[in-house]
């Protein structure tokens, strides 16, 4: 079961393999923007991905952070399933002390 750790809290959860990212954070308790209902359209849900392995960005996905003008480095946590570890962040969590 992968684990999801999110920074700059330290707060860890597992979730089911195949588990989009966007409910993982959800499930924690954590804010997360979003405006499309998940729909790949707002790219609100960019966030940093500072760990771990997630799959390369679609088309999709990449033609939406085009369009809303989402840094290149951030992720959409809509567009992401978890098969591996992963540690995140975005910049409305805070920072790291």
């Known amino acids: 079961m992968p684990s999801l750790r999110f920074k700059p809290s330290g707060t860890l959860i597992d979730v089911a393999k195949g588990t989009l990212l966007i409910d993982g954070i959800r499930s924690a308790g954590l804010p997360i923007a979003r ?3 998940d729909e790949l359209v707002c790219a ?3 966030v940093r991905i500072l ?3 997630v799959t390369r960005e679609s088309r999709i996905e990449r033609g939406t952070k ?3 003008r ?3 480095e ?3 946590a809509c567009a992401i399933r978890v098969h591996d ?3 995140l962040t975005t910049d409305y969590w805070g920072s790291e002390p």
Request: glycine content about 14%; overall charge positive; aromatic content about 0%.
């Open 35 to 37: 405006a499309c209902g």
């Open 44 to 46: 609100k849900c960019g």
């Open 51 to 53: 760990a771990g392995r």
């Open 74 to 76: 951030l992720r959409l």
């Open 85 to 87: 570890d992963l540690t």
């Open 70 to 72: 989402v840094p290149e």
């Open 66 to 68: 085009q369009r809303n």
